[in-house]
């Protein structure tokens, strides 16, 4: 995207893009069928789960002024209109933990001036989201979002992580809490004296730690070696919600035995409650608030409009990530522009506005390109068994393939030829069965693998379309008249949520990955190189590496410190905003350009494996001073626990029928650790390129071999920059 500041530029441009494909984002969720129901699903309990439990925080820290209600209608309403309306139907809306904590402050604020209080709090709040939507449609029409791409990794993956640092200081603090006794309950209840109290908490954490679980095993079903295939993909599908329901059934097992408030559950107020629908009529005491604070308001305008403008730029960029591979165009401005109209109505409803929220936007595109990759892989799967049933050869394969491939792409007249999609299928398989001289043969399963060729080398791409976003809006609407059913949910399945959340969010962040890397033994840092890992690794030398997380880290926990001052807080946007310039100005004056390129990388590269040479590396710990590997750590990995009998892997039996080149080509097995081609990460040579694989995030990537020897552990003068 260019950089445009001619006013209105963008939102034109961005208006003229969507609208080619408007027509198309229906039409292809449509043609989806039942298959998009498992995205939408997914996505709605990622974004309805947590937006009930900022209800509840809200609840209690405005004292009931806002509750669970309010947050799912606001997510609700902006997401059907932005589903509809909206540029990027890929982003999704909500209520956000930094709206829970601005909406915090301001009532901090209000609560003790006499002039606004309790009744005119939010009346006041309008007026905030009145200037915050002026301030975001001036934003718009000037294009500041053509500075969206100096919102680089740093700033992303660091505000990725201060959104899961929020999520789970949200879980530990509401799970302590579960041992104390609410604010608004009377201390003489059963159900509250000391023992009962104790007995509530352990059973909480109990909840809330067996939802977590089982929600992260349940997410890597697919890997898993047992059950059938439908049924792996069934609970990696939909089993966080399921483990919601069951750990709520679990919840009700001590029913008899235990007084009434064991374990607590959600506590709001129905729709059709008296008194529960006085926030829609706020704007009829707009006129009452004095006239001092309604120019003050300007101010908390000021932070939530920054706010917005970055959280918002960032979730729509999330979802829009260069490996995700999206054929339709962006829409950063009018985007923008659409929420200043949400923020202003949520105003003048007395109700929290919803933004573009992480990490459910890169979420749900996520679980889009695993839709699309089923798709695809079914129906080539198909057509290739069919053309080798015909006795087909490659070329007639790859034809037959390609045409089934461009009947699943999306007819835009200015996207890229869908046929480049296949170009890695056809290079492994036409050109080097010409080279063997086999190009006119028949095909069969020894030159083409239907089920291993087809998922290796099936290119990223996403069903980008707007009937998912649609549907789980709805489905959010749904929960607010389904909130008698809602408040059955224990609060400690939801902070178990919270935790879920923010751990999900983890991996792919290289941030966090490098924090990892810090507190890795130096005698352990070789099982880094053993696995996929990023490409600094190998090109960046280690004292960088060190210098740089340590400059993000202070960042962060600068940022998350600020949120817990009470007034200072709500200028927590401002610190998230400044990581531009200190990006461009200030970093390149401590680190050179090579090394900034590759810790701050527009894309998530991975390097191959690497061997691992463990005589090498005994010698070269013990010259540094270095503890070296334990001898009993190697003997665990070839002792078998139970009998501690040596293990043995059986050679291949050469027999009167083995051919003589599949004897050739058996290799002899070693210890897992002591590998016949071993060579030091260090003077490792060259890995060639493999197949794509699949990066942290869930998404294949190409490998990048290694271009020089790692730099892992290696301390180099002059890596600060000369």
């Given at each position: 995207?260019?950089?445009?500041?001619?006013?209105?530029r963008?939102i034109?441009?961005?208006?003229?893009?969507?609208?080619?494909?408007?027509k198309?984002?229906?039409?292809?969720?449509?043609?989806?069928g039942f298959r998009?129901?498992?995205p939408t699903?997914?996505?709605?309990?990622?974004s309805?789960?947590p937006?009930?439990?900022f209800?509840?925080?809200?609840?209690?820290?405005t004292?009931g002024s806002?509750?669970a209600?309010?947050?799912?209608?606001?997510?609700?309403l902006?997401?059907?209109?932005?589903?509809?309306?909206?540029g990027?139907p890929l982003?999704?809306?909500?209520?956000a933990?930094p709206?829970?904590?601005m909406?915090?402050?301001?009532?901090?604020?209000?609560?003790?001036?006499k002039d606004l209080?309790?009744?005119?709090f939010?009346?006041?709040?309008?007026?905030?989201c009145?200037?915050t939507?002026?301030?975001?449609?001036?934003?718009?029409?000037l294009?500041?979002?053509?500075i969206?791409n100096?919102?680089t990794?740093?700033a992303?993956e660091?505000f990725g992580?201060?959104?899961?640092?929020l999520?789970?200081q949200q879980?530990?603090r509401?799970?302590?809490?579960?041992?104390?006794i609410?604010?608004s309950?009377?201390?003489?209840?059963?159900a509250?004296?000391?023992?009962w109290r104790?007995?509530?908490?352990?059973?909480?954490?109990?909840l809330s730690f067996?939802l977590?679980?089982t929600?992260?095993?349940s997410?890597?079903a697919r890997?898993?070696r047992?059950?059938?295939?439908?049924?792996?993909g069934?609970i990696a599908?939909y089993?966080?919600?399921?483990?919601v329901l069951?750990?709520t059934a679990v919840?009700?097992?001590?029913?008899h035995?235990?007084?009434?408030?064991?374990?607590r559950?959600?506590?709001?107020?129905?729709?059709?409650s008296?008194?529960a629908?006085?926030n829609?009529t706020?704007?009829?005491?707009?006129?009452?608030?004095?006239?001092?604070?309604?120019?003050g308001?300007?101010?908390?305008a000021t932070?939530?409009?920054?706010l917005?403008?970055f959280?918002h730029s960032?979730?729509?960029?999330?979802?829009q990530q260069?490996?995700?591979?999206?054929k339709?165009p962006?829409?950063?401005?009018?985007?923008?522009?659409?929420?200043?109209f949400?923020?202003?109505?949520c105003?003048?409803?007395?109700i929290?506005?919803?933004n573009?929220?992480?990490p459910q936007?890169?979420?749900h595109?996520k679980s889009?390109?695993?839709?699309?990759?089923?798709?695809?892989?079914?129906?080539l799967?198909?057509?290739?068994r069919?053309?080798?049933?015909m006795n087909s050869?490659l070329?007639q394969?790859?034809?037959s393939m390609?045409d089934?491939?461009?009947?699943m792409?999306t007819?835009?007249?200015?996207?890229?030829?869908?046929?480049?999609g296949?170009?890695?299928?056809k290079e492994?398989?036409?050109?080097k069965?010409a080279?063997?001289?086999?190009?006119g043969?028949?095909?069969d399963?020894?030159v083409f693998?239907?089920?291993?060729?087809?998922?290796?080398?099936?290119?990223?791409?996403?069903k980008?379309?707007?009937l998912?976003?649609?549907?789980?809006a709805?489905m959010?609407?749904?929960c607010?008249?389904?909130?008698?059913?809602?408040?059955?949910?224990p609060?400690?399945?939801l902070?178990?949520?919270?935790?879920?959340m923010?751990?999900?969010s983890?991996p792919?962040?290289q941030?966090?990955e490098?924090?990892l890397?810090?507190?890795?033994?130096p005698?352990?840092?070789?099982?880094?190189l053993?696995e996929?890992h990023?490409?600094?690794?190998e090109t960046v030398?280690?004292?960088?590496?060190?210098?740089?997380t340590?400059?993000?880290?202070?960042?962060?926990?600068?940022?998350?410190g600020?949120?817990w001052?009470?007034i200072?807080?709500?200028?927590?946007?401002?610190?998230?905003?400044?990581?531009?310039p200190v990006?461009?100005y200030f970093?390149?004056?401590f680190?050179?350009a090579?090394?900034l390129?590759?810790?701050?990388?527009a894309?998530?590269e991975e390097?191959?494996?690497?061997?691992?040479?463990?005589?090498?590396?005994?010698?070269?710990?013990?010259a540094?001073g270095?503890?070296?590997?334990?001898s009993?750590?190697?003997l665990?990995?070839i002792?078998?626990r139970?009998?501690?009998?040596?293990r043995r892997?059986?050679?291949?039996?050469?027999?009167?029928?083995?051919?003589?080149?599949?004897?050739e080509?058996m290799?002899?097995?070693?210890?897992?650790?002591?590998?016949?081609?071993?060579s030091s990460?260090?003077f490792g040579?060259p890995?060639?390129?493999?197949?794509p694989?699949k990066?942290p995030?869930?998404?294949?990537?190409?490998?990048t071999?290694?271009p020089?020897?790692?730099?892992?552990?290696?301390?180099?003068?002059?890596?600060s920059?000369?």
């Amino acid at each position: 995207m260019e950089e445009s500041f001619v006013p209105f530029r963008g939102i034109k441009n961005d208006l003229k893009a969507r609208l080619l494909c408007y027509k198309q984002d229906w039409i292809s969720g449509l043609r989806a069928g039942f298959r998009i129901l498992a995205p939408t699903t997914y996505i709605f309990f990622a974004s309805a789960i947590p937006v009930i439990s900022f209800g509840e925080q809200l609840e209690t820290n405005t004292d009931g002024s806002l509750t669970a209600v309010q947050t799912l209608a606001s997510t609700s309403l902006c997401g059907i209109i932005h589903s509809i309306f909206g540029g990027q139907p890929l982003l999704i809306l909500g209520v956000a933990e930094p709206t829970v904590l601005m909406y915090t402050f301001m009532y901090n604020f209000a609560k003790d001036r006499k002039d606004l209080g309790h009744h005119l709090f939010l009346p006041w709040a309008a007026w905030v989201c009145v200037w915050t939507a002026l301030l975001l449609f001036l934003l718009a029409v000037l294009g500041a979002c053509s500075i969206i791409n100096r919102f680089t990794r740093v700033a992303g993956e660091l505000f990725g992580l201060l959104i899961a640092m929020l999520f789970m200081q949200q879980a530990i603090r509401a799970t302590v809490q579960e041992f104390g006794i609410p604010q608004s309950e009377n201390p003489n209840e059963v159900a509250l004296l000391p023992s009962w109290r104790f007995g509530n908490g352990m059973f909480a954490l109990v909840l809330s730690f067996g939802l977590l679980l089982t929600s992260l095993s349940s997410r890597k079903a697919r890997s898993w070696r047992y059950g059938t295939g439908w049924l792996r993909g069934f609970i990696a599908d939909y089993g966080v919600p399921l483990m919601v329901l069951v750990w709520t059934a679990v919840s009700y097992i001590p029913v008899h035995d235990v007084p009434s408030g064991i374990p607590r559950r959600l506590l709001s107020p129905n729709p059709w409650s008296p008194g529960a629908y006085s926030n829609w009529t706020v704007i009829k005491e707009m006129l009452n608030v004095p006239l001092l604070y309604i120019i003050g308001a300007f101010i908390p305008a000021t932070m939530i409009a920054v706010l917005y403008y970055f959280d918002h730029s960032v979730a729509s960029q999330l979802a829009q990530q260069q490996e995700f591979n999206l054929k339709k165009p962006s829409s950063y401005h009018y985007d923008l522009l659409l929420l200043g109209f949400l923020t202003i109505l949520c105003g003048l409803l007395g109700i929290p506005p919803s933004n573009g929220v992480i990490p459910q936007s890169p979420m749900h595109t996520k679980s889009l390109a695993t839709l699309k990759h089923q798709l695809l892989r079914n129906k080539l799967v198909a057509t290739a068994r069919k053309s080798i049933k015909m006795n087909s050869n490659l070329g007639q394969l790859y034809t037959s393939m390609k045409d089934a491939y461009n009947e699943m792409q999306t007819p835009l007249v200015y996207q890229m030829p869908p046929t480049l999609g296949l170009k890695e299928l056809k290079e492994s398989t036409i050109e080097k069965a010409a080279s063997a001289g086999y190009i006119g043969a028949p095909v069969d399963e020894t030159v083409f693998d239907v089920d291993k060729d087809i998922d290796e080398l099936l290119p990223v791409e996403v069903k980008e379309q707007r009937l998912s976003n649609l549907l789980q809006a709805l489905m959010v609407s749904g929960c607010v008249a389904a909130m008698p059913l809602l408040k059955k949910i224990p609060t400690s399945v939801l902070w178990g949520y919270f935790a879920y959340m923010a751990i999900e969010s983890l991996p792919g962040n290289q941030f966090w990955e490098r924090i990892l890397l810090l507190f890795t033994a130096p005698s352990r840092r070789y099982k880094v190189l053993e696995e996929q890992h990023a490409t600094f690794i190998e090109t960046v030398p280690f004292k960088t590496i060190t210098f740089f997380t340590l400059f993000q880290t202070t960042y962060l926990l600068l940022c998350f410190g600020i949120t817990w001052i009470p007034i200072a807080g709500v200028l927590f946007p401002l610190l998230i905003m400044l990581l531009v310039p200190v990006r461009q100005y200030f970093l390149p004056k401590f680190f050179k350009a090579a090394h900034l390129q590759d810790l701050d990388a527009a894309e998530y590269e991975e390097a191959p494996p690497i061997p691992y040479n463990i005589a090498y590396e005994v010698q070269e710990l013990q010259a540094k001073g270095i503890a070296s590997i334990d001898s009993g750590e190697i003997l665990d990995e070839i002792v078998t626990r139970s009998r501690g009998e040596v293990r043995r892997v059986q050679s291949p039996k050469i027999t009167s029928t083995t051919s003589p080149a599949a004897s050739e080509s058996m290799v002899h097995v070693y210890s897992p650790r002591l590998r016949t081609r071993s060579s030091s990460p260090r003077f490792g040579e060259p890995i060639e390129a493999k197949g794509p694989r699949k990066s942290p995030r869930g998404i294949e990537i190409s490998e990048t071999p290694s271009p020089r020897p790692s730099m892992l552990g290696r301390v180099v003068e002059g890596s600060s920059r000369s």
